[in-house]
């Protein structure tokens, strides 16, 4: 069970994390670099066009290879459908798939909408799921985030037999229903969180005409001419932009807004825009606006500012192999004021918690009380542990993230008033990652959403034990976490992940600096936008341009 929960971790590693990373953009008004040639298919000035701004970095289109980072599945996600995706009132939506059971907790039926249909009319089918499945397991293709070890017949590197066409784990049952058999139990949330939310379906008869070994590089995926979402992309540069026309055969209803348009920019260009009218939107989780900047949107008048709740932590990773001594660890973390840092840099939107659950899970326990700032304390347990100050601690921290960086200055600044001395070393995020799996480091700081309906798959990953993001293991914490996964109801399952949290608050691999409700606009030309932080875009196709704005 403990390879298993690793594995299977490695997707919501890559998928629920909001790791933000600026990039330079273009700033021309509603005319991202590629809009020119677009327009060249036959735009107008008549149609409807909607600016996202992000501040993300793309790994890339094709679903088969994504990292599946926010930007990736939503970019993604607009073209080929996942089969369920969270809403804003985290309750899993039908998607694709207009529903999912299970009777045991190992097999999973889904069915796909009766109605579900291709652009090019052809219906969205059970072997279109199947033969996706078999690509994102394929050891050609050698995707590393959708690891699927859970499933029958899936190898334990979580890919199957070159060559396979089919697997026990996954069968056909009619054109439109598919079962998944999973080799441990796995609650239905976990299979639809980790699994069906990340699972984006694509066009058997198209794609199986692609040599499987050039299906990564295969340049049909940068302008898809068959998908079942609501927009396929006509133009994008990874670095600046990403061009959406609307699929007028969408089966859920033909999108209002003609042309969408990913902005890839630097924060600092967030505020002019919205000011301008360049960016129309911005989300939560893929748009890292400046604390400096939230005052100065809300005080915009041509948008609506909605504030997310507080799901993104701030997360310290510890690498417990170079910090072995738990009384070490903890006075880490009492030697820094958590709240100062969220008053005086995140100007008080979020909170403090201790552990995974944040006050928007339905599984948070309100009785774990964050440890409180002591500087004293923190002295007094360096010394009982014979802590030899004259050693340096490095520090990695995301360059991409302002206020990141600046609450790292902080806490170096109290550590060092207790006696620890810290490093702190500033990288992109595509370094720090790839410092994360090297876990050659004492302490790590990165975004990290943690699913509030089911952290367990990260929760796993990140508690490992050895080769994990913090080294740590703990048999309690284990038992809890299988517990999660065979328990009935939601008082159940609080109980055993406050047995997590607990230990995690006491043993200290790793805790949240601060947890942020992060700020999100929406000009208010637009109409239909549904500014959650889940759920953002499962209905785009209700999205609009309000007439005379």
């Known amino acids: 069970m403990k390879k298993y929960r690793n594995k299977t971790a490695a997707l919501a590693l890559a998928g629920l994390m909001a790791l933000f990373l600026a990039a330079c953009g273009s700033s021309e008004k509603n005319t991202p670099e590629g809009t020119h040639e677009m327009e060249a298919e036959g735009g107008s000035g008549d149609e409807k066009i909607v600016n996202i701004g992000v501040t993300d970095s793309l790994g890339g289109i ?8 926010w930007i990736n599945k939503y970019a993604v996600g607009l073209q080929f459908l996942p089969l369920v995706d969270l809403d804003g009132e985290l309750s899993f939506q039908p998607m694709l798939a207009d529903s999912i059971t299970t009777e045991d907790n ?92 990340y699972l984006h379906t694509l066009p058997k008869h198209v794609i199986e005409k692609f040599d499987e070994s050039q299906i990564a590089t295969q340049e049909w995926f940068s302008h898809p001419d068959v998908v079942d979402g609501p927009y396929r992309v006509v133009d994008l540069d990874a670095n600046h932009y990403v061009s959406y026309v609307a699929n007028e055969n969408y089966w859920r209803g033909a999108p209002k807004i003609d042309r969408l348009n990913f902005k890839i920019v630097d924060s600092s260009q967030i505020l002019s825009g919205l000011q301008s009218g360049e960016i129309d939107v911005t989300h939560h989780t893929m748009t890292a606006i400046p604390q400096e900047d939230y005052e100065s949107i809300e005080a915009l008048e041509n948008v609506e500012v909605v504030y997310g709740s507080p799901i993104t932590h701030q997360s310290v990773f510890i690498q417990t192999a170079n910090l072995p001594d738990v009384r070490v660890r903890q006075a880490l973390l009492c ?47 360096l010394e009982e542990a014979g802590w030899d100050n004259s050693q340096t601690l490095v520090f990695y921290v995301n360059s991409g993230d302002g206020t990141l960086v600046n609450a790292a200055q902080v806490m170096v600044a109290q550590w060092a008033a207790v006696g620890i001395k810290v490093e702190v070393r500033t990288v992109d995020l595509a370094a720090l990652m790839g410092v994360a799996g090297s876990t050659d480091y004492d302490l790590m700081a990165v975004q990290y959403t943690y699913a509030p309906v089911d952290p367990y798959p990260d929760i796993a990953w990140l ?19 299988e517990g999660t996964q065979a328990a009935e109801n939601v008082e159940e399952i609080r109980a055993l992940y406050s047995i997590v949290d607990r230990q995690v608050q006491e043993d200290v691999p790793m805790f949240s600096a601060y947890v942020i409700s992060a700020q999100g606009a929406v000009n208010k030309r637009l109409s239909g936008v549904n500014a959650n932080v889940y759920g953002f875009f499962n209905n785009i196709q209700e999205w609009d341009v309000e007439a005379g704005k």
């Open 62 to 69: 094709n679903p088969l290879t994504t990292d599946q980072t």
């Open 106 to 197: 190992r097999n999973f039926v889904v069915h796909i909408d009766k109605n579900a249909t291709w652009s090019d009319g052809m219906p969205v089918t059970a072997e279109d799921v199947e033969f996706t499945f078999l690509r994102l397991a394929s050891p050609v293709i050698a995707n590393p985030t959708m690891v699927l070890y859970a499933f029958e017949g899936v190898g334990e590197d979580g890919f199957v037999e070159e060559g396979a066409t089919s697997v026990d784990g996954v069968r056909v049952l009619d054109e439109k229903t598919i079962q998944f058999t999973t080799k441990y139990p796995m609650s239905l949330t976990t299979f639809q969180n980790s699994y069906a939310c």
């Open 463 to 481: 508690l490992g034990g050895e080769g994990s993001w913090t080294g740590y293991g703990n048999d309690q914490v284990n038992e809890a976490l």
């Open 335 to 381: 030697a820094i004021d958590r709240k100062q840092i969220l008053e005086q840099l995140l100007r008080n939107h979020g909170e403090v918690v201790d552990g995974f659950l944040s006050s928007a899970s339905p599984l948070y326990d309100a009785s774990i009380q964050p440890v409180v700032y002591d500087p004293e304390r923190a002295k007094a347990l």
